[in-house]
């Protein structure tokens, strides 16, 4: 049987980026280092921030839960390894810039889980309920692994209100240098779609869309081998997506496969849809049929400015350091530390900074990279060239936003749909004035959301 890799399904809008995969693409998932620490940030997702369920001096063990909150919008966190709390301090953290985390001191020769679990071959989703899937999921910290950071339990609970009737597992990963999720779904392919069985069990859905672009064959083609050894997998299909960034947007991906429109400032469950990424589908099998917290995940560890490259599965709450020495260190040339990939992560100052459970990549650029990047010319004034409208995939005009920011007209700013914006950097991507303006409207919703707080807004 001849699998279709080819697709015309896309979304208007976006750009088209250098992949720069080729450094991690075809390397296996390895353990990674043997941590000696972990700071695990109480802050690791939307919604409400865990509180400490431990102390200065508690003894803990792998797997125990040591912060949670009683939010329904929230998600618990636990300790990757057995040790000794060191310490409830304030931590580097890329968003937030300093937040409090449970620093753990691992105990000497302490064993470690290194692979992730492992599907038995007599997996059944219909074994489980609806109620022990969505409580072992928010029991086991899950959140959305993508970047979001969404709790998984909130999106995959059946709502009276908000009935779901379509599950997309997104397998884009059109983040350039990031192939976390690509390896995942080579390599952990059974994990993935018992997970999707589950959520779809969980949430209620009649029809499932595996979305995956089109530059990675290899994976659709696994993805539908290892389909057809489940049973009850005819409303499942594997669709390939026309390859553009940001396909891995869930709004984007919405439109793409479903040719349906998440309302500005909604939600996709307010049109009968859950999306769910590969990992988080993943986590989801470990956390229901294994009865494994989230503690650990995939990074790619990429770019030019480090010495070995590569996908790697570590514990959550390791530094930045420590996996980049691992990783062979960095290189004499690197320049700039980015946690994420180099459209929408952050680039870091503080190497002390943990991986969370969002933390899919560092990526680490050298002096020639940044010192050849447009966007490091002298910026000149907008030309009013419409360049960032055409590849705006919110349909936003970026620029006037970006203006408004920047004389601190917030409200008007507001009134542009600042907020709707996805922070892709597809307009600043394609500036020909070299205008930062991604940047501009982040600094706007930073600001914006200090002037509310103090208003009691």
């Known amino acids: 049987m001849r699998i279709e890799t080819k697709s015309r399904l896309t979304f208007k809008g976006g750009s088209h980026p250098s992949e720069s995969k080729g450094l991690t693409v075809e390397s296996q998932i390895e353990p990674g280092p043997a941590v000696t620490e972990v700071a695990i940030m109480l802050s690791q997702h939307i919604g409400a921030v865990c509180r400490p369920l431990v102390k200065k001096g508690d003894m803990v063990q792998a797997e125990q839960k040591i912060g949670d909150s009683d939010a329904f919008v929230s998600a618990p966190i636990h300790s990757p390894i057995n040790g000794k709390v060191k310490a409830i301090a304030l931590r ?154 940001p396909q891995g947007g869930e709004r984007q991906l919405i439109r793409a496969i479903l040719k349906k429109q998440v309302p500005t400032g909604g939600i996709p469950p307010m049109i009968g849809v859950v999306v769910l990424n590969v990992a988080t589908a993943a986590a989801i099998t470990e956390a229901v049929v294994g009865d494994l917290p989230l503690t650990r995940r995939v990074v790619t560890v990429t770019g030019e400015g480090v010495g070995k490259p590569g996908n790697y599965y570590v514990p959550i709450g390791t530094s930045v350091s420590e996996l980049i020495e691992f990783c062979g260190g960095l290189k004499e040339e690197a320049v700039r530390v980015i946690l994420g990939g180099p459209m929408m992560g952050i680039a870091i100052a503080d190497l002390t900074t943990p991986i969370t459970k969002t933390s899919g990549a560092i990526t680490v650029l050298t002096v020639k990279q940044i010192s050849e990047a447009k966007f490091t010319g002298r910026q000149t004034p907008c030309i009013h060239c419409g360049r960032c409208l055409e590849v705006c995939p919110e349909h936003l005009n970026p620029t006037k936003i970006s203006h408004a920011v920047k004389y601190n007209l917030l409200d008007v700013a507001e009134s542009y749909y600042m907020n709707a914006c996805i922070e892709c950097g597809c307009c600043s991507y394609v500036c020909p004035a070299n205008i930062e303006i991604t940047g501009y409207i982040k600094t706007g919703k930073t600001l914006l959301a200090r002037q509310k707080k103090k208003m009691g807004k």
Not at 117 to 136: G, P, T, W
Not at 172 to 192: A, H, N, S, V
Request: aromatic share 8%; net charge negative; glycine share 6%.
């Open 92 to 245: 580097s953290h890329a968003v937030l810039g300093r937040s409090e985390a449970v620093v753990i001191e691992a105990f000497p020769n302490s064993p470690t889980r290194l692979t992730p679990f492992k599907l038995d071959d007599d997996f059944d989703a219909n074994n489980y309920s609806a109620e022990q899937i969505c409580d072992s999921v928010r029991q086991s910290g899950i959140v959305g692994m993508g970047g979001a950071g969404f709790p998984t339990r909130v999106k995959i609970e059946p709502d009276p209100r908000l009935p779901k009737e379509t599950l997309i597992i997104n397998g884009c990963e059109c983040e350039p240098y990031i192939t976390c999720d690509y390896r995942i779904m080579l390599e952990w392919t059974r994990q993935i779609i018992a997970g999707m069985l589950l959520a779809k069990r969980a949430s209620g859905c009649s029809e499932v869309f595996i979305g995956i672009e089109d530059n990675k064959p290899k994976a659709i083609e696994a993805m539908n081998e290892t389909l057809r050894s489940f049973s009850n997998i005819d409303e499942i299909q594997v669709v390939p997506v026309k390859t553009k960034f």
